[in-house]
């Protein structure tokens, strides 16, 4: 019933900026937050933040607050995850998620809908 897509993802330098976008359709009823995920090579899967869905609010992992930020075009099921300064450790698979329920988790547990996810790649 629920459909997430992601894009953007491309390979880019060290210091360039990049934008992710996601899409959710499909039965948004419930939905108490949208998050945004990575996982790299041989590592868990690492959440970045999320925006909840009625109110805005957003959140950013200690780990890339500061060059990271998650912002939604209206209507609301539009996510974006701005991107600046790369580094080559940001290197990974990006992925949206949507959750219902808590919508402070930060376990990729506790999302029940994923998109594909789109591929990061920044060279140095």
């Known amino acids: 019933q629920v459909q997430v897509v992601e894009s953007g993802g491309k390979l880019v330098q060290a210091g360039d900026s990049l934008r992710l976008s996601c899409i959710i359709t499909?039965?948004?009823?419930?939905?108490?937050?949208t998050g945004w995920f990575r996982q790299a090579p041989g590592k868990e899967r690492e959440f970045l933040g999320r925006?909840?869905?009625?109110?805005?609010?957003?959140y950013i992992a200690d780990a890339v607050k500061g060059r990271f930020t998650i912002s939604r075009d209206n209507p609301k099921n539009t996510m974006y995850l701005q991107m600046h300064d790369q580094k080559p450790e940001d290197t990974a698979v990006y992925y949206c998620?949507?959750?219902?329920?808590?919508?402070?988790?930060?376990?990729?547990?506790?999302?029940?809908?994923w998109g594909q996810g789109t591929q990061v790649t920044v060279s140095s």
């Open positions: 998620a949507a959750r219902r329920g808590i919508s402070s988790s930060e376990d990729p547990k506790d999302y029940a809908n």
């Open positions: 925006i909840t869905w009625s109110r805005e609010h957003t």
């Open positions: 499909g039965s948004t009823t419930g939905i108490t937050a």
